[in-house]
Every structure is written in structure tokens, then in C-alpha cells.
């Protein structure tokens, strides 16, 4: 099979894992059972899937951090910053020293710098992997916040800390003083330049839309392209273009608030990215299983280090640097927190100790993942002398495996650590969101009275438009309470869910008996597609808040 034939079967087994994970009577993780698919694959002999390490970072990570920074939660990101810093920055930096001293002493001929790059990307976590493992035990929703956060940040530092490390490996020289300047334009320039071309995209599209009107299509497709413009503008100018395209994502998240964009071309987008956001994550562990087995042959027979090598010692390895990782990991979350509380108490403020079971799941949520996976594949083959780079084969195995250990230890650890763990309600989210409607349903209210009668609009007319606007108007009151019954947000929310559930019951109806009517030929098919996705929006609308 050549490589456009593999690369179908990754895709196919990708939209095959959505389906087993839910058919499965275990619950494993979403990315377990992508790695599992891939080395079926590969048992049927399939191996024409080689990326250049190169092509393979510029064409899986920039579209996935930057979607990271684009919908991550601003408020918790700012409101738990001091947190996620020590564990995007502290952590990391104490992983590399701690792993990469760790793995020299247990691969004593793994030269001291590839271990530190190996550490180095180790050091990023994964959120949607922990997100796959507690979809059925969920991860309390501020812990959540806080776990996003950090892997939004530590891909960056982890990241730059494996360039600089190979950077050593390859050269053999290391400047902390150089590094030191060097890390600042790598890290200012990399966000500067991805806030600076999210702006100039934002402002084009603003500027165009004014002139010539919006065309959806390419206004998405722009967006797509705009991760991988900020990364390859950074990179081109020797800055971070992994931060590049994490600020290209928080800027784009800025932009977004500006309400410019059409309705129909924000909801496009959210699909679209949805849709590869999923296929990339999923064709990553895919591909991981796809070279699983080469990766272990070529662990076992790779040049310059121990002869005596077997899978028992690469199993061993692996375990031991995945278990490290997890006391390192909660080593750190454990001294921090009591460095918090004591400079809380020395500024007057009560410290409050989380409970031992968050502590431990903090520590069991640092999965390794895509990033480690993309990142590890990039180590150059060969010295610039043309040597073989060392250890490159056995890093690429260690790292495969410590991703794999640490999803079955956070699948079966996570669920046992937060089940039935009892936890206060966030009623600043609910009392938050009651204000949003509040001041959204006031504002449509003020609206409805100014905004007078669509023209042309005859006299005739006017009783039917004074009836709609005074239907539109009691919808809104209704929101605000303005029955007797309903003046308490409680009840308010129990009307809603009741009229969402009898609205979607009647759209329900209403697309059957349209889909009836084309099915027989009552219908033309455009008429029926164009009905029944009015119907699809409406329905998207009242379905949108379960997911809370």
C-alpha cells in the first residue's frame, strides 16, 4: 500500500476509534485506543508513512497550539496564573534538571544534553488526553482550567528548553549567558510576531468584509492558514514560531470578541476546527501505533550504546523514567503549594491547603501526548559531521513509551483518585452567567423598542410586526423573570430547560416531516437541505448549553 493508501486507513481508523471507545465496556482512553489501532495497522505490513521530523512539527503543532490559545479560558488562565506559571515554567525547568540527570544515570552512554532533550519534551502535558480519560469521572472544572493553562504554556518553555538541547548536542557547546539572550528574543519575538500577524490578518479581513462583503469560505480557510503564517513569520526570523502560534491563538480569541464575523461563518469555523483539531490529535496516536513496532526494533539495534540491550531493558527504562516523571511531578505540586500558603500566611491571607486526593490527581493528569510525540520525531538524524545523532532511535522509543505508560496510569489512577469526590458547587459561574443574561436579555429589550419596523413595511402590516415584536419582547421578559414565579434565577433556569426540551421535541417533528415530504418527491432536495438546516441551527442553539 503506498502512502496516500496509509494515510487513508490512519484517517479511517481515527473515525473508527470514536465509535470503539464507545463500544468498549472498559473505559479506556480515546488516544489508547488510536495507538492500538495504529499497530493493527501496522501488523498488516503498512509502513510507507515516513515525514520528514521538519515537516512533520511545521504540519501537526502549530494548528493545535494555536487552537489552544484561541479557546482556552481567559478568566481562569489570569485568575489561577501564579499556579499555572510555577507548573508551565517552575515544573518544567525542574523536570529537565531532575529527568535529564536521571536518564544519563540510568543510560549512562546516552550523552548528558540528549538527555536533557529528552527530558526537556517530556516535560509537556497533554489536556486532551486527560480530557479523554476523565470523560466519565470529570475533572473538577477549576483543576480542569488550571491543567489547560499549564499545557498551553509549558509546550512553549518545554519546547524551547528541547531546542536549546539539541542545540548542545549538535554543537557540543552551551552558553547559559547566550542562552539566556537568546531565550528572550526567541520567546518576546515568537509572541510578538504572532500577535502582530493575527492583527494584520484581523484588520485585512475587517477592511475586505467592508468593501467587497464575506465570503465564509475563505474566511476559514484564512483562519487555518493563519497558525501555520505566524509559526513559519517567527521561525524565519529565528523567534519562537511555538509561541508564535500559541499568541496567534490568544490574540484570535481577542479578535473573535469583536463580533465582526458572521453568524454563520463563526458557527462554520467552530466545525472545521473541531473536525481538525480531532483528525490531527487522533492521526498523531495513530501514527505513534502505525511506528510502534519499528520503534522498538530500532531501540534494540541502534549504534553507540549498551549491546546488552532487550525489551526487558527498554521496558525497564521506560517505567522508571515514567514514574519518576510522576513523583518529580508531584514533588513540585506538593513544595509549591506549601510555599503558597506560607507567603499567604506572611501577607495575612488564610492559606487554604487543597485536599491530598487533588494533589495526587494533579500529579496522575501530567499525560504526555501529542506534543512530546511531534517533538521527539524532530531530533535531527545525523551530527553535523555526519555521525549518526546519538540515541536518537532509543529517545524516540523512551518518549513513545513514557506517552503510553502515562495513559494507562492516569486511565486507571485518575477515575479511583475523583470518584466520588465531593466538591462545593462553582456558584461564581452560575451567579456569573445569570449577569451575562441579565445584561444580554436588557440590551435585546432596548433594542426590540428601538429598532422600529423592517422597510418596506406597510401599514397593513403594522399590527403583524407590533405582535412579533411583542412576542420577541415577552421571550426576553421571560428571561428576566418577569412572572411572579419566576423573579428567582433558579426557577428562571427550570423554565428554560423545560422550553428547551419541549422546543427541540417540535424541531425534531418538524425535520422529520420535511425529510418524509423529499423522501417522496413532495420536496425538491435543495429546498429540504436549506429547511432542515434552519432547523439544525435552531436546534444547535437550544442543545448548546448541556454541554455545561
Known sequence: MGEVGVVLAMLLAVVASGYVVRLLPVALPLPLVQIGLGVAIASFGWHAVRLDPHTFFVLFLPPLLFLDGWRIPKVGLFRDKGVILELALGLVLFTVVGAGFLIH??????????????AAILAPTDPVAVGAIAARVPIPPRLMHILEGESLLNDASGLVCFRFAVAAALTGVFSLSSAALTFLWVALGGIGIGVLVTAAMATAQRLLAVRIGEEPGASIL?????????????????????????????????????????ATTRIRRAVVWDTVQFAL???????????????????????????S????????NALAISFALILLRLAWVWVSLQLSMWAARRAGRPGIMPRKRLI?????AGVRGAITLAGILTLPLALPGGEPFPGRDLAIFLASAVIVVSLVVASIGLPRVLRGLELPPETASLAEEDRAREAAALAALGAIDTAGHPEPCDEKDADIHASAAEQVRSLYQHRLGGTADGTHPARVRVAEEAERFYRLAALAAERRVLQQLARHGKLSDETARRLVREIDLVEARYRSPQKH
Open 360 to 364: 495526587l490527581a494533579t500529579s496522575l
Open 309 to 316: 540491550r532487550d525489551i526487558w531493558w527498554l521496558a525497564g
Open 105 to 118: 544515570w540510568l543510560i549512562p552512554e546516552l550523552p548528558l544534553a540528549v538527555s536533557f532533550a529528552l
Open 281 to 307: 490529535n487522533g492521526v498523531m496516536f495513530v501514527l505513534l501505533g502505525e511506528q510502534l513496532p519499528d520503534i522498538v526494533r530500532a531501540a534494540l539495534q541502534g549504534p553507540g550504546l549498551p549491546a
Open 222 to 262: 484564512l483562519n487555518l492558514l493563519l497558525p501555520f503564517g505566524a509559526y513559519m513569520a517567527a521561525e524565519h526570523l529565528e523567534a519562537s514560531g511555538i509561541l508564535a502560534a500559541v499568541a496567534a491563538g490568544v490574540t484570535m480569541s481577542y479578535v473573535e470578541l469583536s463580533g465582526r464575523a458572521l
